[in-house]
C-alpha cells in the first residue's frame, strides 16, 4: 500500500514511538534557545552588549532544535489504526 500521506496528514495522526522522546527533546533545546534570547535581551537592555559567541549560539541551538522537534513529529505510528484507515481513504480517493 502506498504512502500518500500530506504534510498535514503526518502533523495530526499519532507519531511513531521512537521518535516520541525527540519530540520533547527538541522542545526542550527550543525552550534553551529561549532562554539564550532572553539573557540577550537583559544584556541588551541593561546597556551591555551580548557577545558575539552568545548570539552564534542561540541561533544554533534554536535550529537544531526545531529542525529535531519538526522531523520527528513528522514521522507517523505506520501501526496505529488511524494511520492506516487514512492511508486506505487517501488510497481510494486516488483511485476515484
Known amino acids: 500500500m502506498k504512502n500518500n500521506l500530506s504534510l498535514l496528514d503526518r502533523l495530526q495522526l499519532p507519531t511513531s514511538p521512537f521518535f516520541k522522546p525527540?519530540?520533547?527533546?527538541?522542545?526542550?533545546?527550543?525552550?534553551?534557545s529561549a532562554f539564550l534570547v532572553t539573557i540577550q535581551a537583559s544584556?541588551?537592555?541593561?546597556?551591555?552588549?551580548?557577545?558575539?559567541?552568545?548570539?552564534?549560539?542561540?541561533i544554533v541551538v534554536g535550529a537544531i532544535?526545531?529542525?529535531?522537534?519538526?522531523?520527528?513529529?513528522?514521522?507517523v505510528d505506520s501501526e496505529a489504526p488511524e494511520t492506516i484507515a487514512r492511508i486506505r481513504i487517501n488510497s481510494l480517493n486516488d483511485v476515484v
Do not use: C, H, R
Not at 22 to 32: F, P, Q
Open 43 to 58: 544584556l541588551t537592555s541593561g546597556g551591555i552588549d551580548a557577545p558575539v559567541w552568545l548570539k552564534t549560539t542561540t
Open 22 to 32: 525527540l519530540v520533547k527533546a527538541g522542545l526542550l533545546v527550543a525552550m534553551l
Open 65 to 75: 532544535g526545531a529542525g529535531i522537534a519538526a522531523a520527528a513529529k513528522l514521522t
